[in-house]
């Protein structure tokens, strides 16, 4: 449920690459049963070199299958962006329109013709950039990335280009869409002071209106080598692989201290609501709390408590919402976990004969429920054991595992064992559930969006 513990961001996921684990990703559920001491993390053999100019690579070495997965990550989003809001998201595009000697689209076109899969995304605390490809393209790859970060030069043309496609991107996901709508005014309602409170993809008049220069300020500020983690894993010799990193990326120079934007949150002292009007026929519900940020020790609770709430049809909000008062297409929500900030959200969509205040109610009286009434023996295991599943069966691909090292060292200065995470989620109690939801999912913390007709 958290993007910070196991991602769910847009990724465009390249080749199936599997890692030799104990199990297929069919088999998760009995692996999970089977873990014990003799069970080997694949991600234990992570090894950890820090260049001279700060850059840090974690090697993976994995030789069943010829696949190798790349990540670049970029410590910078939406939340790091002052002047303009946009711009970590608006490079992710800008990123693959050429540089010194490489033309426009040409670092794609190199990779595909090989077999290779690419992409990028942004959220309010990274920029990541990744090649899934054939271990022979591994140097290719090295080489383009270093490319593109030692001599990328932002022009009005490529700036011009890109705005374009960005602002066509707002309108379809967010300005177009009332689950876009919905989220993007609850996360302005909910902050009213710090960054996380910006869209990703920014404002529309800051998109328009953004320079070169801003642009290009922005890039010699945040993609220096002290600010990225390089993340390979997979059928690669890491001895050679640094070698090429250290002629390459070995020659970036660092920016000294990256500077970080230093708002806080006040304490929010009521319950905000806000209204989007819009032309739709299904009324959307969203709400959300304020939570701890990653590492707390009580995000596990968290995470079991969403699992209770909306893990799949058998979930209470499902069941309650949908199965039986017909009034809801959908109920869901989780913990949101951010580097320096927390969410736990919560959505509804009404159905077209539904009302939208009996939607709230419900959806309320469950959160309630959750607060007031410890959750039963069974409900708990059934919790911990989908959250072990998940966690478990998303590490059977290269491309995961090469994901979840670099979110760990970005997010913790280390790889927290998978031992680690699974006993973190076997300690939950139903008392723990009982308190973190009385903790934080409190009414007076509460801020509620109503995207109706």
């Keep these: 449920m958290r993007p910070s513990r196991r991602p769910r961001f847009p990724l465009a996921l390249a080749l199936a690459v599997a890692v030799p684990l104990a199990w297929g990703s069919g088999a998760a559920a009995d692996a999970v049963e089977e873990l014990g001491e003799s069970f080997e993390d694949p991600a234990a053999g992570a090894v950890t070199t820090r260049l001279p100019n700060g850059l840090v690579v974690l ?31 608006l490079f992710e595009h800008m990123m693959f329109k050429g540089s010194k000697n490489i033309e426009p689209e040409q670092h794609a076109r190199l990779i595909q013709a090989r077999g290779g899969r690419l992409n990028a995304w942004t959220n309010r605390d990274f920029t990541v950039y990744f090649e ?22 932002v022009t009005l043309e490529m700036l011009t280009s890109e705005r374009q496609v960005v602002l066509e991107e707002r309108r379809m996901r967010t300005e177009d869409k009332p689950s876009g709508r919905a989220y993007e005014a609850l996360l302005a309602t909910a902050f009213v002071a710090h960054p996380y409170r910006r869209p990703v993809i920014g404002w529309r008049s800051d998109v328009e209106a953004v320079t070169v220069e801003a642009c290009q300020d922005f890039f010699d500020t945040f993609y220096r080598p002290n600010n990225i983690i390089l993340s390979i894993v997979g059928d690669f010799d890491t001895d050679e692989a640094l070698e090429r990193i250290r002629e390459t990326f070995g020659k970036l120079k660092s920016h000294g201290a990256i500077p970080r934007n230093p708002t806080l949150e006040p304490e929010q002292m009521g319950e905000r609501r806000a209204n989007v009007h819009f032309d739709l026929r299904s009324p959307v519900l969203a709400a959300v709390w304020h939570a701890p940020p990653a590492g ?10 969403s699992m209770i709430l909306s893990g799949g049809r058998s979930s209470r909000l499902y069941q309650n919402l949908v199965y039986e008062a017909q009034q809801a297409l959908y109920a869901e929500g989780g913990y949101m976990e951010l580097q320096r900030a927390g969410l736990f959200m919560a959505y509804a969509g009404v159905r077209p004969d539904g009302r939208i205040e009996e939607v709230e109610r419900l959806f309320f009286e469950q959160i309630a429920l959750l607060r007031e009434e410890p959750v039963s023996a069974a409900e708990l295991a059934k919790a911990k054991r989908q959250l072990e599943v998940s966690l478990v069966s998303g590490l059977s691909k290269a491309h995961a595992v090469a994901s979840r090292i670099a979110l ?10 998978l031992e680690e995470r699974l006993a973190a989620i076997r300690a939950v109690s139903a008392e723990d559930v009982q308190r973190v939801a009385g903790t934080y999912l409190v009414d007076s913390q509460r801020s509620v969006v109503r995207v109706v007709p």
Aim: proline letters at 5%; aromatic letters at 6%.
């Design 296 to 305: 707390h020790p009580d995000a596990e609770a968290l995470d079991v408590a």
């Design 59 to 89: 090697t993976l070495e994995d030789h069943a299958t010829p696949v190798v997965s790349f990540q670049v990550w970029v410590q910078v989003g939406s939340r790091d962006e002052t002047r303009y809001t946009g711009l970590a998201h």
């Design 408 to 417: 760990d060292v970005a997010t913790f200065e280390r790889i927290r064992p």
């Design 132 to 153: 899934d490809v054939t271990s022979e393209t591994l140097p290719l790859v090295i080489e383009l990335e270093a490319e593109r970060i030692s001599n990328l030069e």
